[in-house]
C-alpha cells in the first residue's frame, strides 16, 4: 500500500510523534497485524505413545496430563502421566433437539500445576424457530491476571462479535465487529501499541473512522476511504497521509 505525505502538512512533531505517525500508517498498512496475526492458545495436545487410540495426552498449554473420556468429551487433568494427581477437569455437555435447536456448555477448572487457578465457561445455542439465532460465550481467566471472553451474536438482520484479553502485564486488547442487514458494519479494535480504531464502513465498502491513544500531539486523528480502498488520514495537528488499497476492508 503506497503512502504520501500530505503536502506541506506533514511535520514529524518530534520524535514521539513521529513513532504514533508511523505506528498508526503501520496498522493501516498492514491491516493491523494483531487481528491478522491472532492469538493462539497453544493448546497442542501429544499422546503418550503412538497409538492413535490413546486416551491420554499432554496438554501443552496447561502442562499437565490430561485423559479423555470416550469420545472426548469430558477431560481430567493430572500432574503425572499415571493419573494419580488429579489437577484439575474440563466438561462439555451438548443437546440437539429434534426441531434443529442446538446447546452446549462446557466449564474448566485447574487446581494444580503452573496453571493452577485457570478457569473458563462457554455456552453455544442455535434457535431455528421461529427466527434463528446463534449466540456464543466465552469466558475465562488465569494466574498472573490473565483474563479473556468473546461474544457473539448473529439473526437473520444483525450481528456481533467482541473479543478481549487482557494479559500478564495488564495489556488490554479488543476487537469488536457489529453488521446490519444493509450492509453498513462497524469495527473497533486496539492494535499492539494499544491505539484504538474505529471505523464505520458503508454498503460499498467506504468509511470514515477515528484513531486514538495516549498520544496528545497526533491524537485522535481522523480516517476516510473510498471503496477502492483510497483515503486519507487527518492527524490532530492538521497533518496528513494519504493512502490506496486500505487492507482493512477487504477482511
Known sequence: ???????????????????????????VETGFSTYKSGKNSGRARKGRSEDPTSQVTYDYYYELWARLSP??????????????????????HTVNEEN????????????AGPKAGSKAISSTSIISNPEYVYTVSHIGASPGGVEWSTEGRWDASSGFYKSYLKDEKGKVFRYECSYKSDGTSRVVFTDENSLEFTLNFN???SGNGTITGDDTTLLPATIVWDEAGSGTITFKDGSTETFENFEFSRQ
Open 71 to 92: 469420545g472426548g468429551w469430558n477431560v481430567d487433568y493430572f500432574e503425572d502421566e499415571a493419573c494419580t494427581k488429579p489437577a484439575g477437569y474440563a466438561r462439555f
Open 1 to 27: 500500500m503506497p503512502f504520501s505525505n500530505g503536502g506541506g502538512n506533514g511535520g514529524g512533531g518530534g520524535n514521539v510523534s513521529r513513532s504514533v505517525r508511523e505506528q498508526v500508517i503501520d496498522a
Open 100 to 111: 434443529g435447536d442446538y446447546t452446549a456448555t462446557g466449564d474448566i477448572e485447574i487446581t
Open 203 to 205: 454498503a460499498g465498502q
